[in-house]
Nanobody, 123 residues
């Protein structure tokens, strides 16, 4: 499976962006999908995940502001980001895997990764 993330850009504090992750090759059918991010000088961290069963998980830092969803017909996963803050600035990566509930936040749970899309939030 080859994943392609898009939708990043420059936005002011309080603004919104919607990221998309599509399968360029293969299908994400049957996979749990997640978004991770890596800010400047920081380690990659979990943002949100949606399991194939539909279960959804968010990091505490984005809960209430970000929404993950998937369109199974379009083979695409989305991350709607609202009320953006400067600390949300990062490269955002989408990933596909088959995590169990206790491992949805863990990088090794995901087999396939997109190339990343830059999100910059200005203050």
């Amino acid at each position: 499976v080859q994943l392609q993330a898009s939708g990043g850009g420059l936005v002011q504090t309080g603004g919104s962006l919607r990221l998309s992750c599509a399968a360029r090759e293969g299908t994400i059918s049957g996979y749990g999908m997640a978004w991770f991010r890596q800010g400047p000088g920081k380690e990659r961290e979990f943002v949100a995940a949606i399991r194939w069963s539909g279960g959804i998980h968010y990091s505490d830092s984005v809960k209430g502001r970000f929404t993950i969803s998937r369109d199974k017909v379009k083979n695409t996963v989305y991350l709607q980001m609202d009320s953006l803050k400067p600390e949300d600035t990062a490269i955002y990566y989408c990933a596909a895997g088959r995590p169990i509930v206790s491992s949805v936040t863990l990088i090794p749970s995901y087999y396939y990764w997109g190339q990343g899309t830059q999100v910059t939030v200005s203050s």
